[in-house]
């Protein structure tokens, strides 16, 4: 599986749009790239999932580049409660482990 | 209704005894996973099941023993617990491969003293 990199942590203020970057240079050809969040002492959140180009929400954009070596997640607006951990992952759609690694800390301000 | 549940959500415990933390999930899902989070926030997958067989065992204690009576249904049974063992577990459960996302549990808190 493909190991992936981002930024400890971020901050933003409320309003602002937060884009939040994963590297993930061995990603394999059948690999999905999947993001996640994670409020204090609850359980992870599915949030966008992406192959390629871009993919959009109600909640999440994601984009990605054609190498597909990075992707970001982009947050339009943020607000307080968009504080959380968030986790890229980068997995196929065989019977894959979802490994997360230390996820990005982002703290929104008012 | 609750997609993914997990009782008890809090439990304290003394070494070496054996406990069991209970998952339930009613979205028709294949695959289920059992994560621990210790106290530094890393999340570890410890098993995942397809059908209520084994797929993935990432290198945990024999101690720990999943059980899977039926493919809605993940329990965690541990024996022998240990102060190491004190930790946020999470049950998951996602369509195979994890595609379009897996649910998570609220997560069983447990302290072992």
């Known amino acids: 599986l493909a190991k992936t990199t981002q930024p400890i942590s971020m901050d933003s203020y409320e309003g602002q749009e937060v884009n939040i970057t994963c590297s993930h240079n061995?990603?394999?050809?059948?690999?999905?790239i999947t993001w996640y969040q994670q409020f204090p002492s609850q359980g992870p959140r599915f949030i966008i999932q992406?192959?390629?180009t871009k993919v959009t929400n109600e909640v999440a954009s994601l984009f990605i580049p054609a190498d597909r070596k990075s992707s970001t997640l982009s947050l339009p607006r943020v607000s307080l409660s968009d504080t959380a951990v968030y986790y890229c992952?980068?997995?196929?759609?065989?019977?894959?482990?979802?490994?997360f690694g230390a996820g990005t800390r982002l703290a929104v301000h008012p | 209704d609750t997609a993914v549940s997990q009782t008890p959500k809090y439990l304290v415990t003394q070494m070496g005894n054996d406990k069991s933390i209970k998952c339930e999930q009613n979205?028709?899902?294949?695959?289920m996973y059992w994560y621990k989070q210790d106290s530094k926030k890393f999340l570890k997958i410890m098993f995942s099941?397809?059908?209520?067989?084994?797929?993935i065992n990432e290198t945990v204690p024999n101690r720990f023993s999943p059980k899977s009576p039926d493919k809605a249904h993940l329990n965690l049974h541990i024996n022998s617990l240990e102060l190491g063992d004190s930790a946020v577990y999470f049950c998951?459960?996602?369509?195979?491969?994890?595609?379009?996302?897996?649910?998570f549990g609220q997560g069983t808190r447990l302290t072992v003293v």
């Open positions: 992952l980068v997995g196929d759609d065989g019977y894959n482990k979802l490994i």
């Open positions: 099941y397809n059908n209520k067989e084994l797929i």
């Open positions: 979205l028709g899902h294949d695959t």
């Open positions: 061995n990603i394999a050809t059948n690999d999905y």
């Open positions: 992406g192959y390629k």
């Open positions: 998951a459960s996602s369509l195979p491969g994890g595609g379009n996302g897996a649910f």
